[in-house]
């Protein structure tokens, strides 16, 4: 399926890492020029880690504008996963070099701001930006949590990159939460209870 390339001026916007036990939730917003397609776009869970720093490396210097914004830990903890979310939205967005006609966001919902904007659900597989947006935004959060697995080894972040995997768990319960678990998420609220040693 060919993705849509939208209106000139428009920003597409995407996410990384609602679901995670830790790190930090990653937002990109992309601009592209329709007169300077990128080959190869499409949902980044849907490319291999190579094909996606690949393509990030392209977008970065084919994009008319980018910017890739987050909301930490604490902020999910203090605001929920959607709100951080939302907020890290709109950082994207604002960060970018110039301002868009309109904005579109992958999903059902869009932040309040002033852009004139639309959610589009499974956008990172229709809209060449917000595939765009996605592939930015997941390759920024993997390198994090490469970085953060140097930092906290035993938890293995470098393999499942925060998720809820068995592995994670089973470390979870082992060594308690490091700084970056999202300490509001049910699995690591209930190794926080089991063990008090926080």
Known sequence: MSLHW???????????????LAGPVVAAA???????????????????????ERLADVIRH?????????????EIDTLNILNATLLAMRRAVDGLARAPHEVWV??????????????????DDKVAAIAAASILAKTTRDRFMRRLHEEYP????????????AAHLDALKAHGACPQHRRTFTPVKLVIAQTSLF
């Open 6 to 20: 939208g209106p000139r001026g428009l920003a597409g916007v995407d996410e990384a890492g609602r679901g995670p």
């Open 30 to 52: 992309v601009m592209l020029d329709p007169e300077r397609r990128i080959d190869g776009l499409r949902d980044s869970k849907k490319l291999s880690a190579a094909a996606r």
């Open 62 to 74: 084919e994009a008319i504008a980018w910017c890739v914004a987050e909301a930490s830990v604490e």
């Open 106 to 123: 992958d999903g059902n919902r869009c932040p309040a701001w002033p852009w004139r904007s639309q959610a589009v659900v499974k956008g």
């Open 154 to 165: 035993a938890y293995g972040f470098a393999q499942h990159m925060g998720y809820g995997t």
